[in-house]
């Protein structure tokens, strides 16, 4: 059983800085990271970490603002979030994956996701 657990959300004000964390364990895992969703869209891909190699993927829309990490831990990552603007507020969840493959972009690229966190950023 893969257990995967984020935390470090909260409501903050635009152009405030937080950063999310997520550790995840029980099995080997190869890809962890990050998507969003607000209410009534889609799943968005935030971004991405490839444990193996260290390589970084980061969505179009928060590119230049967030970055991903891996923390000292094997299965721990850190999301660095800046300049946080009101279309950033969204359930954030990590996610994870134990099979090896170029850093997807969508939901079905990865098979194992935390309850998610709430992120708000008011105007």
């Known amino acids: 059983q893969v257990t995967v657990v984020e935390s470090g959300g909260g409501s903050v004000q635009a152009g405030d800085s937080l950063r999310l964390s997520c550790a995840a364990s029980?099995?080997?895992?190869?890809?962890m990271g990050w998507f969003r969703q607000a209410p009534g869209k889609e799943r968005e891909f935030v971004a991405g970490?490839?444990?193996?190699?260290?390589?970084?993927s980061i969505g179009e829309s928060v590119k230049g603002r967030f970055a991903i990490s891996r923390d000292n831990e094997r299965y721990r990552i850190s999301m660095q979030m800046n300049s946080l603007k009101p279309e950033d507020t969204a359930v954030y969840y990590c996610?994870?994956?134990?099979?090896?493959?170029?850093?997807?972009?969508?939901?079905?690229?990865?098979?194992?996701w935390g309850q998610g966190t709430q992120v708000t950023v008011s105007s």
């Open positions: 029980g099995r080997t895992l190869y890809t």
């Open positions: 970490i490839d444990l193996i190699t260290g390589d970084t």
């Open positions: 996610m994870a994956r134990d099979f090896f493959a170029r850093i997807g972009t969508t939901v079905q690229d990865y098979n194992y």
